[in-house]
C-alpha cells in the first residue's frame, strides 16, 4: 500500500521516512465497503486509523525537513534540537559588566603660597576654618558676610569696598546671580565661621567691560571674605 522515497539525504534526521498515499489503498477500502463480511466494519476502523496516524507521522516528519532546509550555519544548529527534539546544552554568554566608574580626583593642592586653584580659575586660601561638620548654604539661601576688596593685591593702596569699614554685614542669596560669579562659588563651598582670600579672574568678577568707574575693565579682584551666617 505504501511508497516511500528514499533519495532524500536528510532522512536519516527523521523519525519516520517520507510517506505518501498511494491511489490503490482507496481501492482496496472501497472494494471492501461494498460487500463486508462480519469483521469488514472492525477491520475497516482498525485500517483508518493506522493510516491516519501514519499520514500524519509523514506529514510531520515533510515539515520537519522543510524546516531544516530553509535554516542554515549556526542558526540551523540551535534550531535543529528544537525541531527534531534533540537535547543539547548551549553555553550562556559570559554577562556583560558596565565599565567602572572613573574615580573622583582627589581636591586640587595648595600651591606654595597656599592658594588652591579651582578649575574655573578661582583661586582661595582658607585662612579660618568654619564651624566643623557645618555644611555650606544651599542655592538660594541667604547668606550674612563680611568682606573687603582690593586691586593689585591683598591690603594695596587700591581698597575699593569694605563692609568692615561700614561696620554692617552684608547679605545676600547665594547662587543666584545677585553678585559676581567667583563670590557665588566661594561662598557656595565655604562653611559658617569661614574666612578666605579670595582671587577671582575678569571672567568671574566685572570682565573686560569693568564697575562704576573704580573697576576697571579685566580687572583682577582680591577680596577678603567671611561666611557670618545662613539665614
Known sequence: FWKTDTSDPLRSLDSLPTQ???PTIFTSLFIMTSTPPPTTGLLLLVLLL?????????FSA???REALQTLGGGAASSSLAFLVGISTTTTSPAPAFAADAPPTPPPPKPDADGF????SGLRYKVLKE???GAEPPAAGSTIKTQYTGWLDDFDSPKKFDSSR???????????TG??????????GTMTVGERRQIIIPPRLGYG??????????GATLYFDVELVGIL
Open 165 to 175: 569699614d561700614r561696620g554692617r554685614p552684608f547679605t545676600f542669596r547665594v547662587g
Open 208 to 217: 573686560d567691560r569693568g564697575a562704576g568707574g573704580i573697576i576697571p575693565g
Open 20 to 22: 505518501s498515499w498511494s
Open 116 to 119: 588652591v586653584t579651582l578649575e
Open 62 to 64: 515533510i515539515n520537519r
Open 178 to 187: 545677585q553678585v559676581i560669579r567667583g563670590w557665588d562659588e566661594s561662598f
Open 50 to 58: 493506522l493510516g491516519l496516524s501514519s499520514t500524519i507521522n509523514a
Open 130 to 132: 568654619g564651624i566643623a
